[in-house]
């Protein structure tokens, strides 16, 4: 549990957040933010609010394995909202990666992400969008399914989140749309296309010991209503089709009261700039 403190380092952030939100987004000094997440997880997450009009609305975006917070500035070209970016623990991964230490597939790599959430709700913002990329698309589903799930309460009170917040976070982003862009649905489905990967064997095992494969988090989704906006790219040569179906139609059947909708399309591979997917957001 956060200490006295910490307590009001996060006050004082929400304060910011508000304030700055209803002027300059771009100005807003979330060091405090980044302080604070350093000393609880171990890693600066280089929270960063990017360019937008001043809103009550807000995007979060996520990266894909691997990669950084610039998956923002990508999704800033296509929105005109305020939008928070940040890295997940195991980010920019080089040669050197030793997947041992890691934080793939465990709470610890989701709770980033809740910290962010917890704050942008604590500020007052009515409307929280998210937006995954790839791993971040699942690891958008698994987060959800830890916060509407009593099994990890002890892991969010290591971060101030206690179950009636995280029914708020929930609310708060019942109220926007998730974009799951090309979402990682399992690390055993990955490594269908590449059997021989010892990193992805060990995140396969680590994945399914913890039970944060996201199709399988699907399940836990039960009694939310929320809209979702899902892209698969056909003939994904870094994921893979195969449970392509499996995971839309699970999806569906839990948000039954809810919007999932989903868009196939060849935008350039796995890794492309997806504009089938973009043009259904700007219908909605």
């Known amino acids: 549990m956060l200490g006295p403190k910490r307590i009001i380092c996060a006050l004082l952030l929400?304060?910011?957040?508000?304030?700055?939100?209803?002027g300059n987004p771009l100005q807003l000094p979330i060091h405090h933010l980044n302080s604070e997440a350093k000393k609880l997880f171990g890693y600066n997450p280089g929270y960063e609010l990017l360019h937008g009009k001043a809103s009550d609305t807000i995007m979060i975006t996520c990266h894909g394995y691997g990669a950084n917070k610039q998956i923002g500035q990508i999704v800033?070209?296509?929105?005109?909202?305020?939008?928070?970016?940040?890295?997940?623990?195991?980010?920019?991964l080089g040669n050197n990666f030793d997947v041992h230490k890691s934080s793939l597939g465990t709470i610890d790599d989701y709770l980033p992400l809740i910290y962010l959430l917890q704050a942008v709700?604590?500020?007052?913002?009515?409307k929280i969008n998210l937006y995954g990329f790839s791993a971040g698309g699942g690891a958008i589903i698994t987060t959800l399914a830890i916060l509407?799930?009593?099994?990890?309460?002890?892991e969010l009170m290591r971060i101030g989140v206690t179950a009636k917040?995280?029914?708020k976070i929930l609310t708060v982003i019942s109220q926007g749309t998730i974009i799951l862009d090309a979402p990682l649905k399992s690390i055993a489905e990955l490594l269908t296309t590449?059997?021989?990967?010892?990193?992805?064997?060990?995140?396969?095992?680590?994945y399914k010991k913890n039970r944060f494969e996201p199709i399988d988090c699907i399940d836990k989704l039960k009694g939310l209503t929320l809209s979702f906006l899902v892209y698969f790219e056909e003939?994904?040569?870094?994921?893979?089709?195969?449970?392509?179906?499996?995971?839309?139609?699970?999806?569906?059947?839990?948000?039954?009261?809810?919007?999932?909708?989903?868009?196939?399309?060849?935008?350039?591979?796995?890794?492309?700039?997806?504009?089938?997917?973009?043009?259904?957001?700007?219908?909605?």
């Open 14 to 22: 929400a304060h910011f957040l508000t304030m700055h939100l209803r």
């Open 148 to 154: 509407n799930s009593p099994t990890y309460h002890r």
């Open 165 to 167: 917040e995280a029914q």
């Open 76 to 92: 800033a070209q296509q929105v005109t909202m305020p939008i928070a970016t940040f890295n997940f623990p195991d980010h920019d």
């Open 235 to 284: 003939n994904d040569e870094i994921l893979s089709n195969r449970d392509d179906e499996l995971f839309y139609q699970k999806l569906k059947a839990i948000n039954n009261n809810g919007k999932t909708q989903l868009i196939r399309g060849r935008d350039g591979g796995h890794n492309g700039f997806h504009r089938m997917l973009w043009e259904a957001y700007h219908r909605i």
């Open 121 to 126: 709700v604590k500020s007052g913002i009515k």
């Open 194 to 206: 590449r059997p021989q990967d010892t990193i992805f064997q060990v995140l396969a095992k680590r």
